[in-house]
């Protein structure tokens, strides 16, 4: 949807989220919001209702998962130029996107062997879990997105492509580029992943590992409990058991993928700032969040 009346839709779902103690992040644009929300049951049922006032929002597209505690640490907006930044002009998901395909029908889709699969996330992303034979463009960020469909697949505009990322929001962003820029087949999972491990019972799934989230779960399995992984601080990449009984791992301070990315200044920062984190934990004092009813 065009959201033009973004910047007055800010000041009215920032006071209902204080003053519900909702937790997470709100990205405004003109293209639309794309939110991660979190807060009691009757907190977030409230704000889907509120939400669902503005007639723009009647068919919002919204997926819950449950968690013991509020895995974000405040409440944040931003205005932004776009929602997930693809950085290309001309872009309308608005207007043109890829085939949606129900999480259902996915499976029968994905296992045509002339289909050329993609993974739209990042690499860091991908390295913990995805779809069999799926390609991953291995960016580090959405930007790069671009530059890999135009070295990689500019000769084969005419093939079946399928997309598909964590929610869905990725996907209609590239899947309007790709078809902006001439390829003529273009699918995408619906919902994305979190949608189709919550539809596809687990013995008919094709999902293998786990699906890194944006929050301080950093992974859900695929009964989207929370999953194995940790996450650096440093970099916010997830780590695994064994990055974890790695020499370079510190807590709070750096890990084997980043350990080379950070200036010595940099990493005392982070050191003072573990420090402080630990104190606190001997206080008792929380700094994952506030515990959800």
Request: aromatic share 10%.
């Amino acid at each position: 949807m065009k959201f033009s009346s973004y910047t007055l839709f800010e000041k009215n779902i920032r006071n209902f989220c204080v003053k519900n103690n909702i937790k997470g992040t709100v990205l405004l644009a003109e293209e639309g919001i794309n939110a991660t929300m979190a807060g009691s049951r009757e907190a977030i049922s409230a704000l889907l209702t509120f939400l669902k006032q503005d007639v723009r929002f009647d068919d919002i597209d919204y997926k819950k998962s449950f968690a013991d505690e509020i895995p974000f640490h405040r409440f944040k907006i931003k205005i932004k130029k776009e929602i997930v930044t693809l950085g290309q002009e001309g872009v309308e998901p608005n207007i043109t996107t890829g085939v949606h395909v129900d999480p259902n029908d996915w499976n029968s889709l994905i296992s045509d062997p002339e289909l050329i699969l993609i993974d739209t996330r990042n690499k860091y992303e991908y390295q913990i879990g995805s779809f069999k034979k799926a390609i991953s463009p291995n960016t580090k960020n959405f930007r790069d997105f671009p530059a890999f469909i135009k070295k990689t697949l500019s000769s084969k505009k005419n093939k079946k492509i399928a997309l598909f990322c964590t929610g869905g929001i990725r996907c209609e962003k590239a899947s309007s580029y790709m078809i902006k820029e001439g390829f003529e087949k273009v699918y995408q999972l619906h919902g994305g992943i979190l949608n189709y491990i919550k539809k596809v019972d687990s013995e008919e799934s094709l999902w293998e590992g786990e699906c890194f989230v944006f929050d301080s779960r950093v992974s859900v399995d695929n009964e989207l409990a929370e999953g194995k992984y940790e996450q650096c601080f440093a970099c916010r990449r997830p780590l695994s058991a064994q990055d974890m009984k790695s020499s370079e791992y510190q807590k709070g301070i750096s890990c084997p993928k980043c350990i080379n990315e950070k200036s010595e200044k940099k990493k005392e920062s982070f050191r003072e700032r573990q420090r402080q984190v630990e104190l606190a934990e001997k206080r008792n004092d929380k700094h994952i969040g506030a515990r959800m009813d």
